[in-house]
């Protein structure tokens, strides 16, 4: 076994950190001062991580999303390619949210627990009216400077209809914000090439402050969250890709792998971004660029593990918890807040926390156990980011196949091998991951992953 472990797979090296942390924090845990040492040794470090993955989201959105408005120039009809993504957007987050109400109703995990004993960090509650702003923000500089990448996306999808329409004006701006999105690939490649780094403070983090049997009394709670995920995922979009898309679902799932499980170790959408946008184009056969407009555009406002299936298991938990008697028009309520609410998530950082306050909210439930769940907010939104990423990646498929813009010679093709690690820039002459050269100077036939 090679011991030098700066020359493990990507993967390995996560699975690695993870298990480190998880052994540090318990250490220290058992140790004494385990808050304390967490908040003055391992959170710095994982706050420095958490926060150049932040840096890098708002000038990497808006450079993604005017360049792919700009691409759809010569795809279709633009109007109708948006109006089928954000419909199956809110199809596939209907039934994961359908899924996530039916598995709690029926595990009941807000049940026979004792008093929690924690105190509440909820957040200022999320009212409709802040989607609205943050859908339309006054002040686009503001936004950016908020983290406010709603808002961003909604400007830039102006702005890149704005140089479609000017023609050949806007060509050189075009090629400016091109290069952008080039360069931030290339800086978000090197903050997710951190990634195992990252993992081992923020799990050791976790475990030091609360210790492992703090978190049993939720066990029931992450269970159900994984079942879920695992029936939205292996049940869900392959009954959605075999009846729509007319594809194998397992071929599907194949093709997708490694942005899927880099959602997974990495927890974030926007970092997986890179290697989910390959996986469209080079894997799963998707034209290159309906895949640039689409992959972007999920990434930002497409949570179905955050945003659907989190917040209604964690409603009738806290239901059930709190005593509150919900009723049908409740529940139809949550289904609501969780589908549209998205769309006031997109983006902003912990997405889940914020989507889970808008529909506690607005069915009226209490927040005090918002501050409980957040301690194994790690361990469920590893499980939730990746099926995030599947959901980003089926519905382009889903469009794609109905649009005449799916390659199937490309999608039942041996899969292409991407970088062993998340998925950088292509440029000429620059070595990958894998320290091989990049993929077009490569072979042209795929291999198999």
């Not at 931030?184 to 402050?209: C, D, E, H, N, Y």
């Not at 974030?268 to 184009?281: C, D, E, M, N």
């Not at 497409?302 to 009723?327: E, M, N, R, S």
């Not at 609501?336 to 607005?362: K, M």
């Amino acid at each position: 076994m090679n011991l030098r472990v700066w020359k493990w797979q990507f993967w390995q090296q996560i699975v690695l950190s993870l298990v480190l942390g998880v052994a540090a924090g318990a250490l220290i845990n058992n140790f004494g001062g385990g808050e304390k040492t967490a908040a003055d040794w391992l959170d710095p470090f994982g706050d420095v991580y958490v926060s150049l993955l932040k840096v890098v989201v708002v000038p990497l959105v808006f450079a993604a999303i005017v360049v792919s408005v700009g691409r759809l120039r010569g795809v279709g009809s633009v109007a109708r390619l948006t109006a089928k993504t954000l419909g199956w957007f809110v199809v596939t987050s209907a039934i994961a949210t359908a899924i996530g109400l039916t598995v709690a109703l029926l595990i009941k995990p807000g049940q026979g627990l004792g008093k929690l004993s924690s105190e509440s960090t909820a957040t200022d509650p999320v009212t409709w009216t802040q989607v609205l702003h943050n859908l339309f923000p006054s002040n686009i500089v503001k936004a950016m400077a908020d983290g406010n990448v709603l808002g961003v996306v909604t400007f830039a999808v102006l702005f890149g209809a704005a140089l479609v329409a000017i023609g050949d004006r806007g060509a050189r701006l075009t090629s400016l914000i091109d290069d952008l999105y080039v360069v931030m690939q290339k800086v978000v490649w090197w903050v997710v090439r951190l990634t195992p780094i990252g993992s081992f403070f923020l799990i050791g983090s976790v475990v030091a402050t609360y210790g492992p049997s703090s978190l049993a009394p939720l066990a029931k709670f992450t269970g159900a969250i994984y079942l879920a995920v695992a029936i939205m995922l292996l049940v869900g979009y392959p009954v959605l890709l075999r009846a729509f898309g007319r594809v194998n679902p397992l071929k599907f799932l194949r093709n997708s792998w490694p942005a899927i499980q880099f959602g997974f170790v990495s927890s974030s959408s926007l970092a997986t971004l890179p290697i989910a946008q390959r996986v469209s184009i080079e894997r799963n056969g998707v034209q290159r660029e309906y895949a640039s407009f689409a992959q972007p555009l999920g990434a930002t406002i497409k949570f179905d593990g955050c945003g659907a299936i989190y917040p209604a298991v964690a409603a009738v938990f806290v239901a059930q918890y709190t005593g509150v008697h919900l009723g049908i028009a409740d529940y139809a309520l949550i289904a609501l807040a969780a589908v549209i609410g998205q769309l006031g998530t997109g983006g902003t950082p912990g997405p889940a926390l914020v989507a889970l306050t808008l529909t506690l909210t607005t069915v009226g439930l209490p927040l005090q156990a918002v501050g409980y769940l957040i301690a194994i907010d790690k361990v469920i939104d590893m499980a939730r980011t990746a099926l995030n990423v599947t959901g980003q990646l089926t519905v382009p498929v889903l469009v794609a196949r109905s649009e005449g813009l799916l390659d199937e010679a490309v999608f039942n093709g041996p899969p292409k091998e991407l970088t062993s690690g998340p998925a950088e820039p292509e440029e000429q002459g620059a070595p990958d991951a894998s320290g091989e050269a990049p993929a077009r100077e490569r072979a042209a036939e795929p291999v198999p992953a």
